[in-house]
């Protein structure tokens, strides 16, 4: 990646974020010193679950009405056949299928979907109304169809169909590279918190979680760590000093670099990492102190033990005095160009699991109403299979969930199962009817953002008429 | 005239060619008019990079796994080429065959458990003699990713024959490189290409494009049009330019149809295990023979599937930014971690031209291009990557990988005979960011381009890859997991008080009582004179908090704590953690 200084922001952050957004918009700054005018009352939590690797989407929501499937079913019957060969035979079986029912089937005339039996949980909040459906949401910048995405016409997202970038686009709006992503901008210049947990991560670092004054907290599912063994009597760290406060002071000094003048970049960058391992995991250490245990229990997987600490985390939201927060939770394994059939079952047993099991949670803390779960993924998958799997796409299908969601509704669309119609970018891979910028903006404007805001947060958002895809209470 | 020092190559014709550089050049440079590639700006003269035991210490922490007072004693005052040249006649450090003679001692119905293959490279990098080779092997292993997190745990040995590739072409040539890898069955499972059929049109299936797209994207070109510095290229508007699209990937997926494991039966492994650690063999039945386009290459129809990838690797070898962009991402893991457009410039320049001039003005490589002795030399012996720290630019130098760390550690105390096996933390070092050979996907632990957001080194433009695995949670289980070894509070499986990996401090302990001299063996040793002020004022504090009471019972425990304790405060100090 080269460092092309040309492309610093005009109004530069303290963090001096050179981005390479190029057309893809450039995140426009926000003065450091402007708090948003936006609602930012009570306490609002944004938790984004993304599937690493791009989830097919068409063997996630499927179709259900007779002609659609029997098209759908030949077309892939390379995976059909792997279905089939599974114990207890093929999931999906129209028999098997699991028939939405949402409050808009009339707008798709006689289409109808269903999800598969693995996705049972996550099809029961549906039902109740607290999990929408987003149909063919991607990256965009401005509205497109296929005539335009083969004459090269419209402006199209840079560096389509590659993970690391597309992964960077959901998150950024631009490929990787960016240093801005709008779930952190989203927490920025919150009046009244403390900046440190408004962005936390149980998934490692991303660039979704930062904005221009806020930095994410990792968070361990294992709970803040602290350094073992310091005073542990002669058996610690200090062996025979153990007892001497000055001794126990000089080491975590050392360890958080106090007071070192250094030059070097990479030096500084370290020991600011160290900085704030202990000083942020102390904090949260001590505002654990007073949580009081969930009887929800949680899937023992990755996932299910990330979205716990999420839950854990909320629960104690006053302790650390949060008003608004953004988390991200990941998980990976959708890149199925290979063993579909197995994979993608099993990583929705999983997830749908997982997310019930949230957001039982949230309804144990009484807070479903100010809690909102939502999907992403790098793309959905081609139609066209390579035998029994999938390659890269780019628009997909995904879920929000939560008590403030107007839910057993299909928003934006869900394109034939097909190819050759208006948003088939070729064998199947579906160019996006809704952009993420869109589906991000109706979330950002629960959250409390300003129309103004959110245009700031998201560049290409003027491109599309509908600024809010109206999913939210 | 000095005695050109014999290159080992089984082709005989690069090492005529080789001695025909070598004669031009100590024939004297230029002269007579005759062409030859020409030699690079000459490094540093004879003998500086071992003029002293710091730095002989600072080049051995970035061309092994870590100095030990052993080398720095033996190598400082010589001569650094004679040392580079000794590496690569050193033969490879192989796990296939450990690994193979493992599965076959094992009971019926048992596994190998997946923790071997990186406990077997654990050992080789504490302690094998191939030392820049393995450095080069996980180099490597960070670019052309295979991972054993997933199914491919259950196939060691499959692993094992990738690791091989890796270490027989380290100092090999990056066309062979690639060319191995394409028909390795750990790729082919990876990357999902073992039995990938062509397409059909009547059911419409296509063929699978993973490798298609992996191997231009992330181990040979990028996406974007470098210089030969490896800076982007733009287009009028200011733009960076992609080079390929995706009608390239589905053109190129089709070169990797019919690939199998050699057996009777295509796609299947059948009953010799063997072909699961031997190359993949071509099924003409499955190879696709429409015509292949991509990157403005056609190869023709009906094209059989060997010579079909031997045509698309050349196509993709020779593009432009298959110097660029490997240079770069190779000095990223061994010595810079946002090296200088001038610095990538250099070494792509030995990677194309398949040479590099040593100090001693010896020739290393054949003068092929890919030749990557010349561009391991060429990295190693760059003056950017051997500028003194006290003058070099705030933005030199390069984080030390979490993991390498605790092999630095296992070396610099002299363990000569490890087990990695016996240690239960060696099993996963997840919690620190990242375990050898386990990346979580096939874009590695972290990304070559990472800028770390909010950072210093953000501030100045420049990339941070170790910097996207360091956060609250990996440092402190860093500090702990390194601690857990320092103090050998580490779980070994055996009752073995010598089994597992394990230091031997008595260099340590006999000075421990004189802080100052503990302090500057250790920083010789660990950081090669990188510690600041502070670091060494505080530990020498901490001296004062744990007297040696000399002549008492207490006195070995005094000493023993006070050099543990040097280390905890040294290994965790910026001064170690980023490599100058």
């Known amino acids: 990646m080269s460092m092309n200084r040309r492309r610093f922001l005009s109004s530069a952050s303290s963090a001096g974020a050179v981005s390479f957004a190029g057309s893809a918009g450039l995140l426009t700054a926000l003065g450091n010193s402007k708090a948003y005018a936006a609602d930012m009352s009570g306490y609002k939590a944004l938790v984004c679950l993304f599937f690493f690797g791009g989830q097919d989407a068409h063997d996630t929501v499927l179709p259900f009405d007779q002609s659609s499937y029997d098209g759908y079913a030949a077309l892939r019957s390379g995976l059909f056949s792997d279905y089939a060969a599974q114990a207890g035979g093929s999931s999906r079986e129209r028999a098997r299928l699991r028939e939405l029912a949402p409050t808009n089937a009339a707008e798709f005339g006689g289409r109808q979907f269903a999800l598969p039996e693995a996705l049972d949980p996550l099809k029961a909040l549906f039902d109740s109304g607290n999990a929408a459906i987003i149909g063919n949401v991607g990256p965009l910048i401005e509205p497109m169809v296929r005539s335009d995405f083969n004459q090269g016409i419209k402006t199209q997202p840079q560096r389509l169909f590659s993970h690391n970038d597309q992964q960077s686009t959901w998150m950024s709006s631009s490929p990787e590279g960016e240093t801005l992503g709008w779930g952190g901008r989203l927490v920025d210049n919150i009046a009244g918190q403390t900046p440190i947990f408004s962005a936390i991560s149980t998934f490692g670092n991303t660039v979704f979680l930062s904005g221009q004054t806020t930095t994410q907290f990792a968070l361990s599912t294992s709970g803040p760590p602290e350094v073992s063994r310091l005073r542990n009597n002669n058996n610690g760290l200090l062996g025979p000093a153990s007892g001497s406060d000055a001794a126990a002071q000089l080491l975590i000094d050392q360890y958080k670099d106090v007071r070192a003048i250094r030059s070097n970049l990479y030096e500084k960058d370290s020991a600011a990492v160290a900085e704030r391992a202990f000083s942020s995991n102390e904090a949260y250490r001590g505002a654990l102190d007073n949580a009081v245990a969930l009887e929800t229990a949680f899937p023992s997987s990755r996932l299910g033990a990330q979205l716990g600490a999420v839950a854990e985390a909320i629960s104690i939201r006053g302790s650390l005095n949060m008003s608004r927060q953004v988390f991200f939770v990941g998980m990976g394994g959708f890149d199925t160009h290979d063993n579909q059939a197995e994979d993608l079952t099993l990583l929705h047993t999983d997830y749908a699991a997982s997310i019930a099991a949230f957001y039982a949670a949230t309804q144990e803390l009484g807070i479903e109403n100010d809690v909102t779960l939502f999907t992403g993924s790098d793309f959905g998958r081609s139609l066209v299979g390579n035998g029994n799997g999938t390659d890269h796409g780019w628009g997909a299908h995904h879920f929000v969930v939560g008590g403030a969601v107007n839910g057993n509704h299909i928003y934006g669309d869900i394109p034939p199962y097909a190819t050759g119609h208006a948003h088939d970018a070729g064998n199947g891979r579906l160019i996006p009817n809704v952009s993420v910028e869109q589906y991000a903006a109706t979330l950002g404007k629960w959250y409390g953002l300003t129309d103004t805001e959110l245009t700031s947060v998201f560049p290409s958002l003027v491109n599309f008429a509908q600024k809010d895809l109206g999913f939210m209470v | ?580």
């Open chain 2, 1 to 580: 005239m000095r005695h050109l020092a014999a290159h080992k190559n089984s082709r005989s014709l690069r090492s005529l060619f080789t001695l025909y550089i070598a004669a031009i050049l100590l024939a004297g440079c230029g002269g007579g008019g005759v062409s030859a590639p020409q030699p690079q700006p000459q490094p540093p003269t004879v003998s500086s990079v071992f003029n002293s035991d710091v730095k002989t210490s600072r080049f051995l922490g970035k061309a092994t796994f870590g100095a030990t007072l052993t080398d720095i004693n033996s190598l400082t005052g010589t001569e650094v080429s004679n040392w580079i040249k000794g590496e690569f006649n050193k033969p490879a450090t192989h796990y296939l065959p450990v690994i193979i003679t493992e599965i076959q001692a094992l009971a019926d119905g048992d596994r190998l458990p997946n923790r071997r293959i990186s406990d077997h490279f654990f050992d080789a990098a504490i302690s094998a003699n191939d030392q820049l080779r393995q450095r080069v092997v996980l180099a490597l292993s960070e670019i052309i990713v295979v991972s054993n997190g997933g199914q491919l745990g259950n196939n060691p040995a499959t692993m094992a024959h990738y690791m091989d590739i890796l270490s027989d072409q380290a100092f090999g040539n990056y066309r062979d490189l690639l060319e191995d890898i394409t028909y390795s069955p750990a790729m082919g499972f990876y990357l999902t290409y073992i039995a990938n059929q062509k397409g059909d049109p009547e059911t419409g299936r296509v063929p699978d494009e993973n490798y298609a797209r992996e191997l231009m994207q992330l181990f040979t070109l990028g996406l974007l049009e470098l210089n030969l510095d490896g800076t982007h290229k733009l287009d009028d508007q200011g733009e960076p330019i992609e080079i390929f699209n995706n009608s390239d990937i589905t053109g190129l997926a089709k070169v990797f149809t019919g690939l199998s494991y050699e057996n009777n039966d295509f796609g299947q492994r059948g009953n010799d295990r063997s072909a699961t650690y031997r190359p993949l063999v071509v099924f003409s039945a499955q190879h696709s023979q429409l015509e292949k386009a991509f990157l403005g290459t056609t190869i023709p129809a009906n094209t059989n599937g060997r010579r079909s990838i031997d045509q698309a690797l050349d196509a993709i070898f020779q593009h432009g930014n298959m110097a660029p962009f490997l240079s770069r991402q190779l000095i990223q893991r061994l010595t810079a971690s946002s090296p200088s457009p001038a610095y990538v410039q250099r070494v792509s320049r030995s990677f194309e031209e398949g040479t590099f001039v040593l100090p001693d003005r010896s020739v290393v490589g054949t003068g092929e291009r890919g030749d990557m002795q010349a561009t391991i030399a060429a990295i190693l012996l760059d003056a950017d990557a051997l500028q003194d720290p006290a003058t070099a630019p705030a933005e030199s130098g390069k984080i030390r990988e979490p993991m390498v760390r605790i092999i630095n550690w296992a070396r610099a105390f002299n363990e000569t005979t490890p087990n990695a096996h016996d240690e239960r933390l060696l099993g996963n070092l997840s919690t620190i960011g990242q375990h050898p050979f386990r990346s979580p996907s096939v874009f590695n632990f972290f990304r070559p381009g990472f800028i770390a957001p909010g950072s210093e080194t953000a501030a100045a433009g420049l990339t941070a890859p170790e910097l996207q695995i360091m956060n609250e949670s990996s440092s402190i289980a860093y500090i702990n997991t390194i601690n857990a070894f320092i103090y050998e509070r580490a779980n070994n499986y055996s009752d073995d008080p010598e089994g597992g990996v394990n230091p031997d401090y008595r260099g340590e302990t006999a000075i421990a009582h004189d802080g100052a001299a503990l302090i500057n063996r250790l920083d010789l040793i660990l950081t090669g004179g990188s510690l600041n002020a502070e670091t060494r004022a505080r530990i020498l504090s901490m001296m004062d908090q744990v007297p040696v009471r000399a002549g008492t019972n207490d006195e070995a425990a005094d000493r023993l704590a006070r050099v543990r304790l040097t280390i905890t405060m040294v290994m965790t100090a910026p001064g170690y953690l980023v490599q100058r």
